[in-house]
């Protein structure tokens, strides 16, 4: 790892900060007049870490543009003080994408946060990069619309981050995730060029650069307002949860569902551990004493939802449920998700530090991978408990240790490092939806070749030659297959009042 | 070098010349990076289903022929993990029968056009069917690809799950490029449960503003309607999918609030979404078709333009987001003129194997167009990989 960024010291000397600062100061007038640029060290402090708080490193200056026009001359100043450019939605994001650089600008967006059209006739929204996801289904739940997709943060997570990560949520594979509901971006390039892309029509002229952009972590050009699609409210949801003596009876499950021609909204599996935890933590009613916990909700035309849940509880006792609770109101409904979202909490109290893995297998692997998890964790010592989004493959194993007993971090560390190559092993990707920001960049040569990383770095350099927008994230500084990491230290993290699942 | 006798729909002096068929992918890369170094521009396809669309251009001197015809078959489909993974010359009807039989299928019914179609094709040219407006397109069914780059590298993006945000989303950038950024040789889809059953309503007959009207309420309900459509000698026509339970009270709730004229027989009712998707009335027409892609609620003021300039022939799919247009013969339609009014992006369709049909795609506008051109030089520094035929 790069000592820098966890040790954090500055690669410049006092003086040469200061002196970059006053070029910012007068590169930039009308922000530094207006307080919207920040260059003390107590106001840049908070900026010192996303939300993944094992990296930190505080910048050199934080910009607050609340217009495109602003966002343009912040864009053109950095170029020609050669001060990289780190964007910032809310800082919630956990891979350390949103990581400072210690000579670095941090470029917040949060100042753009207002809705700028609702046109329910094409059934789609233009925002700034600012507002949060939850706001935009707020904007429209009054005339039965939502946003679909739906990390754990969303209540404070923004617009702009999401599309830069390309964030999921637990409706993935019915909904897809952000690249499927976004139909415009308006950017700001490393020159400075502002661009349009996309729009209310579903196709346009030329490649789909919408999607090159989408998920970039903010290396292609920074987000200044977003077009996204929205969706009727589904006239009924349903929930059902199933108890199972095993982990891969709750997988053999999920594959009969599909395999039964449902699409679920979501479907999650929380094995032995992760229920005797949260029963602990919240007592949300979770039976006690079983192997694995399958929630599946239903959603769509109330006609429909009927036939697909008699089929789904066909399904569920056919692979063994040994109980099965209903949850036909919302209240019963949040009730059930209450456990599952409390999940990642629960370990703060099972274990002074957990480390959360976020990478994506085949559902089908589900029983192989968590057999292989299993012995790894006594191979390591380590306690391993599971969360999983089965429905889209997505899995969350939390590794839990002692960070003040000494070389457990290290071995939770590598232990992390082995359960993402296993998932690239059995056919799984690095990452679901975490993105790989600095956290995993290293692990990049596991899954990608040579020829693979040259070609997706060229694009890189076209788009930004001199590497001036969020540098050091994704692609590795050195191609070999290295560990990566994320931690919760003492229950102490980012963000502790929002919600991780 | 292994040079096929003959497919279907070549001109015999396409026949005539040489065409490379590679056996496999390294082999692909191997003929690319040849064709790189001596800066020879190549043209490829597989099926040639859709050799009429997107812009030829004339034939260069130096031009070689690639067929990916041999890049075939199934490479593994597990129905329970709905992923299918296919060589990029697989026949889309060998896919769809293999798909059927498991009941699934790709949710967002590509375009055959003709018979001879490949998955290859299906993802390079990214032509979506009906469902669009409501499943999504081409670029929302494929989880990743292997190709061959301009430089005759051989790389992979994205893999073979939906949750991935794994390094940039290459797969869906080189998804209706044309194969001008890299030769697709494998395609990774996500797959989706084939609706038990499927029904279709036609709407009593209506003036076009009302139609419009009716269309957009519509596209916003909460029902699973996965076609709206029209046509002037028709009207609006309607396709809900689900169980067999599940259709009727939804087939209810629309009509007590839409006048349905009458439901079409079951028999018909694929048949007519798939006359359709095809566009099979007007490509079987004399005439240049035109294809247009705009704002769902814009599409009656670019038929107005459309018919002040003689063109009537036209229908509405996509709940409004789509017009195909047939110009008669002896008509000059300058349809992104037209397109450009309402927000929208044109293709023509060519006529014949020899038409080079430059106005095949839009124009971009200048800081688009550079912003596309970066891509495509990073993809393809030496403007080898089918250079012109999207447009750029």
Known sequence: ?501 | MEASARSPNWTASEVANQILRPQDASQLAGFVKEAAQKQTVLTTRAGNSKWDLGCRGSKQPTEQVISLDALSGIVSYEPGELVLVVGAGTPLRQIEQLLSDEGQHLAFEPVHWRDTATAGGTVAVGLAGPRRFRAGGVRDFVLGLQFVDGQGRLVRTGGRVVKNVTGFDLWRGLTGSFGSLGLITEICFKLWPRPQTQRTLLLARQDLETARRVMLELAQRPEDLTGIAFAPHRGVSLRLEGSDRGLQPQIDAIARDVDVEEELPQIESANFWSQLREVEALRQSSGRVWRFVLPAGHWVALVHDLQAAQVDDYFVDWGGGLVWALAPPEQTLDGHRIAERHGAIAWRVATSPDDPNELGMPSLEPGLKRLNQRLRTACDPGGILNPGRSGL
Not at chain 1, 461 to 470: C, K, R, V
Request: proline residues 5%; negative net charge; charged residues 20%.
């Open chain 1, 1 to 501: 790892m790069d000592s820098t960024e966890r040790a954090g010291p500055h690669s410049m000397g006092r003086h040469q900060r200061e002196s970059t600062r006053k070029a910012l100061r007068k590169a930039l007038p009308d922000l530094a007049r207006s307080g919207q640029l920040l260059l003390s060290d107590e106001e840049l402090a908070v900026y010192e870490c996303d939300g993944l708080a094992a990296y930190r490193q505080a910048p050199i200056a934080v910009a607050l543009p609340a217009t495109t026009q602003q966002v343009q001359s912040v864009v053109i100043a950095c170029g020609q003080l050669a001060v990289p450019i780190v964007p910032w939605g809310a800082g919630t994001g956990l891979s350390g994408g949103a990581l400072a650089v210690a000579d670095g600008l941090v470029l917040s967006l949060a100042r753009m946060n207002r809705i700028l059209h609702i046109d329910y006739d094409h059934r789609c929204v233009t925002v700034e990069p600012g507002v949060t996801n939850l706001a935009v289904t707020h904007a429209v739940a009054g005339e039965g619309y939502y946003y679909a997709p739906d990390p754990s943060s969303q209540i404070a997570c923004t617009v702009g981050g999401n599309v830069a990560e390309n964030s999921g949520g637990v409706h993935c594979l019915k909904y897809g995730t952000t690249t499927n509901n976004l139909l415009g971006l308006q950017l700001v390039l490393s020159d400075g060029e502002i661009v349009e892309l996309g729009g209310p029509a579903l196709e346009r002229s030329g490649f789909d650069l919408l999607a090159l952009f989408t998920g970039s972590e903010g290396l292609l050009g920074i987000i200044t307002q977003a077009t996204l699609r929205i969706l009727r409210t589904p006239e009924s949801s349903q929930a059902m949860m199933a108890a199972f003596d095993s982990v891969e009876a709750a997988g053999g499950a999920v594959a009969s569902v599909i395999g039964s021609g449902i699409v679920p909204a979501g479907m999650e599996i929380m094995d032995r551990l992760s229920i005797e935890a949260v029963e602990d933590f919240i007592g949300c009613g979770y039976p006690r004493g079983v192997a694995a916990l399958l929630l599946v909700e239903i959603d769509g035309p109330s006609s429909e939802v009927a036939a697909q849940i008699e089929a789904v509880e066909q399904c569920l006792r056919d692979a063994g449920a040994t109980q099965l609770t209903h949850a036909t109101t919302t209240e019963a409904r949040q009730k059930l998700w209450a456990g599952r979202k409390a999940a990642f909490p629960a370990m703060g109290r099972v274990s002074p530090d957990y480390y959360c893995m976020d990478g994506t297998i085949p559902r089908g692997q589900l029983s192989a991978v968590l057999g292989r998890i299993e012995e790894l964790s006594q191979i390591f010592g380590l306690q391993v408990a599971n969360v999983f989004h089965a429905g889209d493959g997505n899995l969350h194993p939390l590794v839990l240790y002692d960070g003040n007993k000494s070389g457990d971090l290290e071995k939770a560390e590598e232990l992390g490092a082995e359960i993402l190559k296993l998932c690239v092993a059995v056919g799984g990707v690095l990452s679901g939806e975490h993105g790989i920001g600095v956290e995993k960049r290293d692990l990049m040569p596991c899954m990608f070749t040579d020829d693979d990383l040259d070609l997706q770095e060229e694009i890189r350099d076209t788009f930004d030659p001199d590497h001036l927008l969020n540098p050091g994230k994704v692609y590795p500084q050195l191609r070999l297959c290295a560990e990566g990491r994320t931690h919760v230290h003492g229950g102490q993290r980012p963000f502790p009042e929002l919600d991780r699942f």
